[in-house]
């Protein structure tokens, strides 16, 4: 397993409200969620944003039918780990695309709930193991960043204003799990658990998955044993941090 090169910060938690925001049903549930079970139990405000509803996620099942079902699976999920808000964003799950109408619907959300961070997977092309990182998380990673800028611009996509919405910008970080390049760490010992009990709550998902879903619980552990001893723990996970807004702007 890949680790990162450069020594790992300790992950700021000098704040109170996050927006984890993310493509689908389930993207939040492979290491992301044991952090989140550690802010939420620290009284932190933490809110679910998914793009999709992952209808086109199983093969056997037809996507009216999927849809709801990952939904709800998503939302025992985030009850898991002390999140009891979750939201859907509507687009088609395997194409969603970078654009103004992505990046609109992002700032809408920031500015309702006006997160000091937000949380987001790897916009990279490629995972640390080497395998393609899908398009969907590439194109919502990329826009959650330029959504988290343009939230705060009274002047871009101003049709928010007639909706009552003012300019947030206080989001002070991106932090975005998954990346070769991760920069922070986070100790989630006595936490880790929590966020496979999360990931357990995608049952049917899961069980659709076939053989390559067998060692997943195993193999996430292992990699959260080795970010551990790297970052002095039991469990850790790593992201990295991209700011976005300037002191002075």
Known sequence: MQQPQAPIQTFPEDWQTALAIVAHPDDLEYGAASAVAKWT???KGVVYLMVSRGEAGIDGMRPPEVGPLRSQEEINAARAVGVDVVEFLEHPDGIIEYGLPLRRDISRVIRRHKPDVILTLSHHLQFPSGHLNMADHRHVGLA????ARDAGNRWVFPELLGEGLEPWGGVRFVAVFGPAGSTHGIDVT?????????LRQHKVYLENLGPSAANTFDFLTAHAVESGQVFGCQYAVFAELVL????WG
């Open 41 to 43: 139990a620290q009284g």
């Open 144 to 147: 959650v960043f330029d959504a």
């Open 190 to 198: 006595g936490y880790w658990e929590q966020g496979l009990e999360s």
């Open 244 to 247: 976005i807004n300037e002191p």
